[in-house]
């Protein structure tokens, strides 16, 4: 069973699209998180929520709406794409309150935007 | 602020040597620690993590030391192998959330 799933792992779309990204974890834990890795791997942190809460909005675009149904589940709306949306998005959970313990990765995605 | 420092930013040794990758961080309230490494293509995988009630945590051919005064912590890799070529991270732990340092591509060459 994979800890922490993350679909799809590659898109490609055009600029203007809207898109989704999914993430669920199996590990119990309570926080998830999105962070954006850009073309020079810096790894930044997006959102993070606690148990269903919004936790951190780190200044993204409003245009990035994440939703998190329950505990398990954290997704990722993208409106209006643009071409420096391009990344890869990564999905992860961590037990307790965030930055406490070490985070579980998804396999991240993959977003190009032409 | 919220900002880690790595260095170095590229690191190239041969296979059986020691290598080193240090970090500076900014919160003195601060307490944990964490290590990533990162293959190509795939995700990043925690290593090893160091708490602040400690000063040197070691696993196998990994170390990593911490320096609460001058706020600087460094990750040992000792033996080096071809598959330990990847991106490290180091993290802060600080305000809800890891803060990453900009990483460092090791590669060990045989």
């Known amino acids: 069973d994979t800890a922490v799933s993350q679909t799809p792992k590659y898109l490609v779309t055009q600029m203007g699209n809207d898109k989704s990204i999914k993430c669920e974890q199996n590990?119990?834990?309570?926080?998830m998180y999105w962070y954006k890795q850009d073309s020079k791997k810096f790894l930044k942190i997006m959102f993070s929520?606690?148990?269903?809460?919004?936790?951190i909005n780190e200044t993204v675009p409003n245009r990035f709406s994440p939703k998190s149904p329950d505990k398990a589940h954290l997704n990722l709306h993208i409106n209006s794409l643009e071409l420096g949306d391009s990344a890869v998005y990564f999905c992860?959970?961590?037990?307790?309150?965030?930055?406490?313990?070490?985070?579980?990765f998804g396999s991240g995605t993959r977003l190009t935007v032409v | 602020g919220e900002n880690v420092e790595q260095h170095p930013s590229t690191l190239s040794v041969q296979e059986g040597d020691s290598a080193v990758i240090k970090c500076t961080y900014s919160?003195?309230?601060?307490?944990?620690f964490p290590w990533y490494k990162q293959e190509l293509g795939k995700r990043p995988q925690l290593i090893i993590d160091?708490?602040?009630?400690?000063g040197e945590k070691k696993d196998q051919r990994i170390a990593v030391t911490l320096n609460k005064t001058a706020k600087h912590f460094s990750l040992h890799i000792t033996e080096t192998q071809p598959e330990d070529s990847a991106v490290y991270f180091c993290?802060?732990?600080?305000?809800?959330?890891?803060?990453f340092g900009q990483g460092t591509e090791l590669s060990v060459k045989p």
């Open positions: 929520y606690n148990n269903k809460e919004l936790i």
């Open positions: 160091i708490r602040s009630n400690v």
């Open positions: 590990l119990g834990h309570d926080t």
């Open positions: 919160d003195s309230a601060s307490n944990y």
């Open positions: 992860a959970s961590s037990q307790g309150v965030g930055g406490a313990y070490g985070y579980t």
């Open positions: 993290a802060e732990g600080q305000g809800g959330k890891l803060i």
